[in-house]
């Protein structure tokens, strides 16, 4: 998971105005005890493939980027992006102190009952090519 640590590192959840640093668990491990447990069992998988030379290889990780991003973007998509939400939510948001664009954007997809990964797609890792003939 060395490629996926880098670029977190280089995202605004490592790095940013606020001295906030986002880990991997608050992303991608829920804090409710079995969703939790789920994703505990569900990144063995990721681990064992590792182990196992599925992944290996910065050429096989991204061979598979795309499969493995559309399946934590399903998962976010249907729990309304819960872990981005423990920081994120819309009663957080100081919509007023953001720029003219975000404010409206954010203003729509809370009207619209989008959730956080119908826009934040790419926000801690680098977005995955689209295999050919996938819409």
Request: hydrophobic residues 35%; neutral net charge.
């Amino acid at each position: 998971m060395q490629w996926n640590k880098e670029e977190w590192q280089d995202s605004a959840h490592f790095l940013n105005h606020a001295g906030v640093r986002i880990g991997c668990a608050d992303c991608h491990v829920p804090k409710q005890f079995l969703p939790k447990m789920y994703a505990k069992v569900m990144a063995y998988k990721d681990v064992l493939h590792e182990v196992l030379g599925t992944i290996d290889t910065k050429e096989k990780f991204e061979a598979r980027r795309w499969e493995m991003a559309n399946r934590v973007w399903a998962k976010l998509k249907a729990t309304d992006s819960r872990e981005c939400r423990n920081c994120h939510s819309w009663e957080a948001m100081a919509m007023d102190e953001q720029d003219k664009v975000a404010r409206k954007k954010h203003g729509r997809a809370r009207d619209e009952g989008k959730t956080c990964i119908d826009c934040h797609t790419g926000v801690a890792h680098d977005l995955p090519d689209k295999p050919e003939g996938v819409q």
